[in-house]
């Protein structure tokens, strides 16, 4: 890597106009690949889209219409609960966008009625339409922002919350359906959460960023308050010229690498950053 090389920060309209394309295109893959794959096959892979399926199965009610009537409460209680509009409209457009697309597509026909199949692919589609809502600084709201609310008054972790509401659909569906179809779902879950790794460029449920900087104060507040995560500062030397080189190391969740590395590039352009993953995180924050 060339460290004198300089990246000219990209303007402020173009990047909202490309995360906007960023969260409607997610939402849309994900949407389509819900009605394509797992609905009609019925996979109840988690998340509220999973809680949708079940109702739909029961009643009739079209999914869209449970997402919607979900989605919006959860998103107000997360504006009440966890400080103001801290999600912005980002949040409330894939909210609101991936029921819209859901019912729009709703006579789309699928050519697949492989359970198998359809819980591979099915999850590939929704983990490329979550990860792509990811880069853009968003999420599509339901089971995170309960999540988070969950979190916030209990204590419990965050990855601690997603993994119970996940295994409840799940296993609901397994009275609903019939436990196979359960087991089809896990496999969906799973799928989705790798392939949301690849479209993160290697984004996991944590990462470690070992951070090389000449500029290790601005670097280290900078992710002190915007990112919200613990930095610890280690002591480095340069192979060749053998100088004093600090390194930054910092643990953070899946969602939050892009905006970290955005963020050390603004604060420093120069800098030196590598992500690799963490098998397994105990303590604040992460404590399992």
């Not at 979900?70 to 009440?80: C, E, K, Q």
């Not at 995560?229 to 600090?246: A, C, F, I, K």
């Amino acid at each position: 890597m060339n460290w004198k090389k300089r990246r000219e920060p990209m303007p402020k309209n173009l990047e909202r106009t490309l995360n906007t394309i960023l969260i409607l295109a997610g939402s849309s893959i994900l949407a389509i690949s819900y009605n394509l794959f797992l609905l009609p096959n019925r996979i109840a892979s988690g998340g509220l889209s999973g809680f949708a399926t079940i109702v739909y199965e029961m009643t009739g009610i079209e999914p869209a219409i449970t997402l919607w009537s979900l989605n919006i409460p959860v998103f107000i209680a997360g504006i009440l609960l966890l400080g103001g509009w801290k999600y912005g409209g980002k949040t409330l457009a894939g909210t609101l966008f991936v029921p819209l697309v859901i019912y729009l597509t709703r006579n789309i026909e699928s050519a697949v009625t492989d359970p198998l199949l359809a819980s591979l692919f099915g999850g590939i589609g929704v983990g490329i339409g979550l990860g792509l809502v990811f880069r853009a600084y968003a999420s599509t709201g339901g089971t995170d922002l309960i999540a988070q609310i969950i979190h916030k008054y209990t204590g419990v972790s965050l990855g601690a919350c997603v993994f119970i509401m996940d295994g409840l659909i799940v296993l609901t569906s397994a009275f609903v359906f019939s436990l196979e179809y359960a087991l089809y779902a896990l496999i969906a879950l799973f799928v989705t959460g790798k392939t949301i790794d690849i479209v993160q460029t290697g984004v996991g449920y944590a990462k470690v960023a070992l951070i090389i900087t000449r500029q290790e104060k601005d670097v280290q507040n900078a992710i002190l308050h915007q990112v919200d995560r613990g930095v610890t500062r280690l002591s480095g030397e340069g192979g060749y010229t053998q100088d004093p080189r600090p390194v930054l190391m910092c643990v953070v969740q899946q969602n939050e690498v892009t905006k970290l590395k955005q963020l050390v590039q603004t604060t420093d352009e120069e800098a030196f950053v590598i992500v690799t993953n963490a098998t397994e995180v105990l303590g604040k924050g992460f404590k399992m």
